[in-house]
């Protein structure tokens, strides 16, 4: 499985932004997808993941809760991630993952994606 992170930039305070995630590999559709973000001097940090039969789970992180949506189109290996009312502390690296489980779990994801940088202005 290889993935393809997209879409990150530089956005305005209260934007809203479409993160796109492109997998490739016949068992792409198999795997639960996930979003995670690194904030600089940060750590890697869980935001999304949804299942394979679209469940979802989120970050239970105030500074993302309500405004990040995850979803996936099994015709394009295709996993989003929505980012609404953009703040400056949502500036990061935005990894996905593929893993075998529904998880908020790093360690349990086994293939990464690149990142997508999105910066934040105030």
């Known amino acids: 499985v290889q993935l393809q992170a997209s879409g990150g930039g530089l956005v305005q305070a209260g934007d809203s932004l479409n993160l796109s995630c492109d997998g490739s590999g016949r068992t792409f559709v198999s795997y639960t997808m996930g979003w995670f973000r690194q904030a600089p001097g940060e750590e890697r940090v869980f935001v999304a993941a949804?299942?394979?039969?679209?469940?979802?789970?989120?970050s239970s992180l105030d500074s993302v809760k309500g405004r990040f949506t995850i979803s996936r189109d099994g015709a394009k290996s295709t996993v989003y991630l929505r980012i609404n009312s953009l703040k400056p502390e949502d500036t990061a690296v935005y990894y996905c993952?593929?893993?075998?489980?529904?998880?908020?779990?790093?360690?349990?994801?086994?293939?990464w994606g690149q990142g997508t940088l999105v910066t934040v202005s105030s």
């Open positions: 993952a593929a893993g075998p489980v529904l998880t908020a779990r790093m360690e349990t994801y086994r293939y």
């Open positions: 949804i299942s394979r039969s679209g469940s979802t789970i989120y």
